[in-house]
């Protein structure tokens, strides 16, 4: 992630909300210091339709700082054929780099988790199955 609103940036926040609250069930949450809120607005009418959602970041204290995160989905027709969906995320409060610093440590958290699930489940796998014939034992 080289910064707030690239691409990576939104794949990291993907991934960081499905470890966090899957299914967005909950409307606001905190999560190793930072105090997440998710609002959800939605309009419909006969001709088309549209749902934004907004997610407000907060870390309090000394270098504290906040991020809006905005995604909108719109939908036309009876049928409610996707239209447009876009996002984008703004820093609102305090220092864009204390942001992505806090950003990337949390992908190396989840780049860590992820990669220490695999190597012990491998692990776990080697250590059940039976010896190959050409190893010796003793």
């Known amino acids: 992630m080289r910064s707030i609103g690239d691409p ?13 609250n ?7 949450w905190k999560y ?3 105090d997440f ?3 959800r607005h939605s309009a419909t009418g006969p001709k088309h339709g549209l749902t934004i959602d907004i997610f407000t970041l907060t870390r309090e204290g000394r270098r504290g700082w906040s991020l809006m995160v905005i995604k909108e989905y719109w939908w036309v027709g009876a ?3 996707p239209l447009k969906n876009s996002r984008w995320a703004r820093a609102i409060l ?4 204390d ?3 806090w950003l990337k440590a949390q992908e190396a958290k989840l780049e860590h988790d992820a990669f220490g699930e695999r190597a012990g489940a491998s692990d776990a796998a080697a250590e059940n199955e039976p ?6 034992t003793p």
């Open 37 to 39: 809120e998710r609002e």
């Open 8 to 20: 990576a940036f939104f794949r990291l926040f993907e991934l960081l909300m499905v470890q966090i």
């Open 131 to 136: 010896p190959s014939e050409d190893t010796e």
């Open 22 to 28: 899957r299914g967005l069930t909950k409307t606001r």
């Open 99 to 101: 942001i992505v610093s």
């Open 94 to 97: 305090g220092q864009r780099g």
């Open 79 to 81: 049928e409610s054929k």
């Open 32 to 34: 190793d210091g930072v």
